[in-house]
Structures are given as structure tokens and as C-alpha cells.
């Protein structure tokens, strides 16, 4: 009940493409559900996070979608560029229980020019 | 504004051994967590520190130990080194027991 399902495990896109990385869980206790981008060599790097309250978040060229009754969330990315080549990790946790994040296996993502 | 700063960045160690890896916090947060990344899998949460006290532990066995000292600053130890704990160890911080991590490159441990 504690895991974070994400999918796929890698993608390819063309230059100005929209990828779109999915997440399931099962404990809806979680409230808290953050997308980290991650290079080769570094820590995770927050992106973009949504609480169950609202069904969509755009920061930029970045848009989480949540669909809290099918417990699912994905992320989209518009107009991908090479510089957005990276792994991606959605995540989730309860924030009263002290934050602690489960994450997803991640997301290989290429960007071809 | 110093993000997180984790040392050494990488580190090579036999099985067996003991091994103590440091993070400095971002400025101005107070709590530290550790995690686990394996190649090519998502970061595992070990534990985390608020106030020099270990609030939240994740699955992992009694081997892997911390302290977190007053200035914030933490150490996760690890004894008796085994194969299957090569990894990327991440410290991540945050201000109180919640949500905004920060996460720091982490240290590339490799036990032969």
C-alpha cells in the first residue's frame, strides 16, 4: 500500500513533443505528490507538486494532472527540449507523518533534437 | 544560499567496514533525511532527524545508524559494509517534519 507505480520506464520524443509520465498509489492518506527531474551525478531537483485539492498545476512548461478517485497522476511536458533529457521521479508522502517520500522507479526520458 | 552539501562524493569501501557519510543542510532548515538510490531504481528512505532526534525510520536494518548534530548537520553511518549496500546516499533537508526537500548530490559509496 506504501508503493508509487510509475510508468513508463523509459521515453523517447522528438524535439517539441509533449511526454507524459504516469503514477498510481494506493494509500489515500497520501497528500502530497511532487515530481523530481534528476541528471546524471546530481540529486533529485524539484519540479512541480500537487495536493489532492486541485486536478491540474502548470509551472512553466510543466503540468501535473491528479485524478484523485482513480489515484493517479502524471505529468506533462510541453514542448520538450534536449536539456529536458533526464530521469524523472513522481513521488508521494503524508505530510502530517513527517514528510517521508516513497518514490517512483523513474523515468528515463530522451529527447532526440 | 548554500544548498545541501554532502561529503565525501564518492567513497570505496570493502565489505565489512564501517563507513560514516556527512550532510550540511540547506540555510535556514533544520531537518535532515537520508535515502537510498540504487542503480537505476528510486531513492529509498532511510531515516530522518529533527531536533538530534531520529523521527522517522524507513526498512532498512539496524546497520545504518545517524546523528544529527545541534547546527542541524547529520552523519549516517553504516556498518558492516555488504555488497548490496552500493549506492548513491542522498541527504535531503527540509524546514520541520513536512513537505519542500532539498536534496544534496550525494555520495557515491561502492563496496568491493
Known amino acids: 500500500q506504501q508503493q508509487v507505480k510509475q510508468s513508463p520506464q523509459s521515453l523517447i520524443v522528438q524535439k517539441g513533443g509533449i511526454p507524459i509520465i504516469n503514477c498510481a498509489y494506493e494509500?489515500?492518506?497520501?497528500?502530497?505528490f511532487p515530481w523530481y527531474q534528476q541528471f546524471p551525478g546530481k540529486g533529485p531537483a524539484l519540479l512541480i507538486a500537487?495536493?489532492?485539492?486541485?486536478s491540474e498545476k502548470k509551472e512553466g512548461r510543466f503540468t501535473i494532472s491528479f485524478n484523485k478517485s482513480a489515484k493517479q497522476f502524471s505529468l506533462h511536458i510541453m514542448d520538450s527540449q534536449p536539456g529536458d533529457s533526464a530521469t524523472y521521479f513522481c513521488?508521494?508522502?503524508?505530510?502530517?507523518?513527517?514528510?517521508?517520500?516513497?518514490f517512483g522507479q523513474g523515468t528515463e526520458l530522451s529527447v532526440k533534437p | 544560499d548554500a544548498g545541501v552539501t554532502q561529503s565525501p562524493t564518492h567513497l570505496i569501501k570493502t565489505r565489512g567496514q564501517q563507513v560514516t557519510l556527512r550532510c550540511s543542510p540547506k540555510?535556514?532548515?533544520?531537518?535532515v533525511s537520508w535515502y537510498q538510490q540504487a542503480l537505476g531504481q528510486g531513492p529509498q528512505f532511510i531515516f530522518q532527524?529533527?531536533?538530534?532526534?531520529?523521527?522517522q525510520r524507513g526498512n532498512f536494518p539496524d546497520r545504518f545508524s545517524g546523528h544529527q548534530f545541534p547546527n542541524y548537520s547529520s552523519e549516517l553511518n553504516v556498518n558492516a559494509l555488504l555488497l548490496g549496500d552500493s549506492a548513491l546516499y542522498l541527504c535531503?533537508?527540509?524546514?520541520?517534519?513536512?513537505?519542500?526537500?532539498?536534496f544534496g548530490s550525494g555520495t557515491r559509496l561502492t563496496v568491493v
Open positions: 532527524y529533527y531536533e538530534e532526534e531520529e523521527r
Open positions: 494509500n489515500t492518506a497520501f497528500d502530497y
Open positions: 500537487i495536493r489532492p485539492d486541485v
Open positions: 513521488a508521494a508522502s503524508v505530510s502530517r507523518a513527517g514528510g517521508k517520500l516513497i
Open positions: 535531503a533537508s527540509s524546514l520541520g517534519l513536512g513537505d519542500g526537500y532539498t
Open positions: 540555510s535556514g532548515h533544520d531537518t
